[in-house]
């Protein structure tokens, strides 16, 4: 009975004992490597807008998944492989890990990686190239670049973003955003030996009540 093979962005159906490692040529971040020939020095410039993959960001700032992301790449044939080599531009949406604010800006990632012809050694293990880092041409010699560029994304990304760089946060006594009102403030702490007597000091309750009222009149 025929199984299922899965990759990121397509699915493709295998038959028999023969397990195919082929990539949806029509998934957005698949490259089709094979006009370069594998005739080392060979190059190809590619520029097109993908739609963003899920996930593609920390959890407080990241891409929309389906958002725009522009791809300018050149795979460059050379002995071991296809070395891709490209920068992503997109916009990005997260909060402000101080005071919570949405965050829009955009942002711009740089990568390279070298994907190795399957054939060029024994067959190969995944465990040990995930192990090793080695990424790998499929048998069509296509190549899936989503993983790359979700690296490249996250680790552009700042690890706390911020709405702007002296962002005071918000008040710890209300939650209050304080860059909306810089003046923002509770008056000095009351010890909690003395937070009984506060109400003494309300309007309201300056003036004398019970029998020593009634014995004033």
Do not use: K
């Not at 044939?77 to 992503?88: P, S």
């Not at 706390?160 to 509770?186: I, K, N, S, T």
């Amino acid at each position: 009975m025929p199984g299922w093979l899965f990759f990121p962005g397509s699915v493709v159906p295998s038959s028999g004992s023969d397990p195919l490692n082929r990539l949806d040529p029509r998934a957005p971040l698949v490259l089709d490597t094979r006009e370069l020939g594998r005739r080392p020095g060979s190059q190809r410039e590619v520029v097109t807008t993908v739609p963003a993959p899920a996930d593609l960001g920390i959890e407080v700032l990241g891409v929309p998944e389906g958002a725009p992301v522009d791809l300018d790449l050149r795979l460059e044939a050379v002995m071991e492989g296809v070395l891709v080599t490209g920068t992503a531009r997109a916009d990005l949406v997260g909060e402000c890990a101080r005071c919570l604010e949405e965050i829009d800006d955009e942002m711009s990632a740089d990568f390279q990686e070298l994907y190795v012809y399957t054939d060029r050694d024994a067959p190969s293990d995944e465990e040990q190239d995930d192990v090793l880092g080695v990424r790998r041409l499929d048998d069509n010699d296509m190549v899936d670049i989503e993983p790359v560029l979700r690296d490249a994304v996250v680790l552009a990304l700042p690890f706390r973003p911020l709405c702007r760089e002296d962002c005071p946060g918000l008040c710890v006594e209300c939650g209050a955003r304080l860059a909306d009102d810089p003046d923002h403030g509770h008056g000095e702490p009351i010890d909690p030996r003395w937070a009984g007597l506060t109400g003494l000091l309300e309007p309201g309750r300056d003036e004398p009540s019970g029998p020593a009222a009634a014995d004033e009149n």
